[in-house]
């Protein structure tokens, strides 16, 4: 019988990495990014892309979302829904780690 994994939730204390399994990688043919897992691709946008490459294993959900403020000139709390439900959708599909 195989042991359900407890479902881990994003929080500001988070520090999100990319798994092993999982890299970004930049595609020639349709100049854009792809986030590679073992057995899909996916085609984040920018913003998904930008979020995605501030998980490093270091940064706090907190910090990202400052961060991510401070680029796209917007309030942290508009910033932070986004990004919490993101990492939340990719750290389920188990494509980044908390």
């Given at each position: 019988?195989?042991?359900?994994?407890?479902?881990?939730?994003?929080?500001?204390?988070?520090?999100?990495?990319?798994?092993?399994?999982?890299?970004?990688?930049?595609?020639?043919?349709?100049?854009?990014?792809?986030?590679?897992?073992?057995?899909?691709?996916?085609?984040?946008?920018?913003?998904?892309?930008?979020?995605?490459?501030?998980?490093?294993?270091?940064?706090?959900?907190?910090h990202i979302i400052a961060d991510l403020?401070?680029?796209?000139?917007a309030e942290q709390e508009a910033v932070?829904?986004?990004?919490?439900?993101?990492?939340?959708?990719?750290?389920?599909?188990?494509?980044?780690?908390?």
């Amino acid at each position: 019988m195989m042991a359900l994994r407890e479902r881990a939730l994003v929080s500001s204390r988070s520090v999100p990495s990319l798994p092993k399994h999982v890299r970004i990688q930049y595609d020639p043919v349709r100049q854009a990014f792809a986030v590679l897992s073992p057995e899909k691709v996916f085609w984040p946008n920018d913003i998904s892309l930008d979020i995605l490459r501030r998980c490093d294993g270091r940064s706090t959900v907190g910090h990202i979302i400052a961060d991510l403020a401070a680029d796209y000139d917007a309030e942290q709390e508009a910033v932070a829904a986004d990004v919490v439900a993101f990492l939340q959708e990719w750290s389920d599909k188990l494509l980044v780690k908390l």
